[in-house]
């Protein structure tokens, strides 16, 4: 079985500076793909970037992008120039590439509080 | 995206009693997946919902306890029977296409639901 784990339960960053969400997964499997979802107080999971694990480049999306690091199973979120409507909750998530696997591991999560 | 809403968005409930939590899409989807987040826990996979088959639960959730219908490729419904206050929490249904598995999974806003 896949688990995932944050090792940061808890993260504060100032706003308009860099933060880097660390999450690892143990998985014997080589093709899988990987989320990093947002959780605000309204508690609405939104998908903030996924990245496929065939492929190399890392995955960005405008202020997020992931360092993925296939051989670690590492996969960090990065979040720069914050805002404070970054401060949420943040899950990172594995899925099977599997076609009978869609369901979705979760790590602990990390509460990323954001100052102004 | 898939479009979901969850019925009722909160609810506070009685010992013993049971309450059944609507999950409508508004395009047909192949799966479809119950989570319970408990308070201040990440998303634990409660069941996988296909259409025209019998949900299959995670190792700690029974069918008795926790009822699925899925009556078509739109709409799914999650009973939370014989409640008690352990059963606090949030309950997200989740939708998925099977053959496609890197497209990422959306979330409903979620029910939260408070036993007394």
């Known amino acids: 079985a896949q688990t995932v784990t944050q090792s940061q339960p808890e993260m504060s960053v100032q706003e308009a500076e860099t933060v880097t969400l660390s999450c690892t997964y143990d998985?014997?499997?080589?093709?899988?793909?990987l989320f990093w979802y947002k959780q605000p107080p309204s508690r609405q999971m939104i998908l903030v970037i996924r990245?496929?694990?065939?492929?190399?480049q890392n995955a960005t999306e405008n202020r997020f992008s992931v360092n993925f690091q296939k051989a670690a199973k590492s996969f960090s979120l990065k979040i720069s120039d914050s805002q404070l409507g970054d401060a949420a909750m943040y899950f990172c998530?594995?899925?099977?590439?599997?076609?009978?696997?869609?369901?979705?591991?979760f790590g602990g999560g990390t509460r990323l509080m954001v100052k102004p | 995206s898939a479009v979901i809403s969850q019925k009722p968005s909160r609810d506070i409930c009685q010992r013993g009693t049971s309450l059944t939590i609507q999950c409508q899409v508004d395009?047909?989807?192949?799966?479809m997946f119950w989570y319970r987040q408990q308070p201040g826990q990440s998303l634990t996979l409660i069941a996988t919902?296909?259409?025209?088959?019998?949900?299959?639960?995670e190792s700690g959730f029974v069918i008795d306890k926790f009822p699925i219908s899925r009556p078509n490729l739109t709409f799914s419904t999650l009973t939370v029977s014989n409640m008690s206050p352990e059963d606090s929490s949030i309950y997200l249904c989740?939708?998925?296409?099977?053959?496609?598995?890197?497209?990422?999974?959306?979330f409903g806003d979620g029910t939260r639901l408070s036993i007394l």
């Open positions: 989740s939708v998925g296409r099977g053959g496609d598995s890197n497209q990422p999974q959306h």
């Open positions: 998985t014997s499997e080589s093709d899988y793909y």
């Open positions: 990245q496929e694990a065939y492929k190399q």
């Open positions: 998530a594995y899925r099977s590439a599997r076609r009978t696997g869609n369901m979705l591991t």
């Open positions: 395009s047909q989807v192949t799966m």
């Open positions: 919902a296909n259409q025209g088959s019998e949900a299959t639960y």
